[in-house]
């Protein structure tokens, strides 16, 4: 509505705002023209930009807190704003998580929304390595709580009753989840 002066227009991405609810996906897009080399003068416009992506969806209802199954996923290609939430793009990114949230029938699915399932739930049999120098101790515990690879976990030695604390290591031993506990003495276990 306004005359600019000749020169190169740029909207760059970090100038698009973010969808306005109820205004049909329309965003208002600020950038600019650069019409020296020193001087700029600043524009707007009214877009409706939009991106297609592959974007894994729930078949199904699922809940919160569950594994989800990779029979209730399907791979789509959908379309959407520029900026929007970063999803699932296979179903290999989501089958075996857990939801933090339910999702409805039909659900893109935020990666924000995953995290791995738990290595240890509460009465798991975990196989304890206890390293101090070259002597390494190993016996089975039990744990005492939920705990994810990496994670600390509260574990029941079953010889004496004590509970004592270990990171969970992220490669299970044969026999099933394991720890380790490197200590610079021994521990009272």
């Known amino acids: 509505r306004t005359p600019i002066p000749d020169g190169q227009i740029e909207f760059p ?3 698009l705002e973010p969808v306005a609810q109820g205004n049909a996906g329309v965003q ?3 950038g600019f023209v650069q019409y020296t080399d020193t001087r700029r003068l600043s524009v707007w416009a009214h877009v409706l930009a939009t991106v297609s992506y592959p974007a894994v969806v729930t078949l199904k209802e699922l809940p919160a807190n569950a594994p989800i199954d990779a029979i209730h996923l399907n791979t789509e290609i959908r379309s959407g704003p520029l900026n929007r939430p970063a999803v699932a793009a296979s179903v290999r990114e989501a089958a075996g998580r857990i939801l933090l949230h339910s999702l409805k029938s039909g659900a893109e699915i935020p990666l924000a929304f995953l ?3 738990p290595l240890v739930r509460r ?3 975990v196989r304890i390595e206890v390293q101090s120098g070259s002597a390494i101790l190993r016996f089975d515990a039990v744990a005492e709580s939920t705990a994810r690879a990496g994670g600390m976990a509260e574990l029941r030695n079953p010889l004496n009753g004590k509970i004592f604390r ?3 290591d992220a490669a299970a031993s044969a026999s099933g989840p394991k720890a380790v506990i490197v200590v610079g003495k021994a521990p009272v276990l």
């Open 28 to 30: 208002l897009w600020r």
């Open 123 to 125: 009465g798991d049999s």
């Open 166 to 168: 270990a990171r969970i």
């Open 13 to 15: 991405l970090s100038g």
């Open 115 to 117: 995290e791995e399932p």
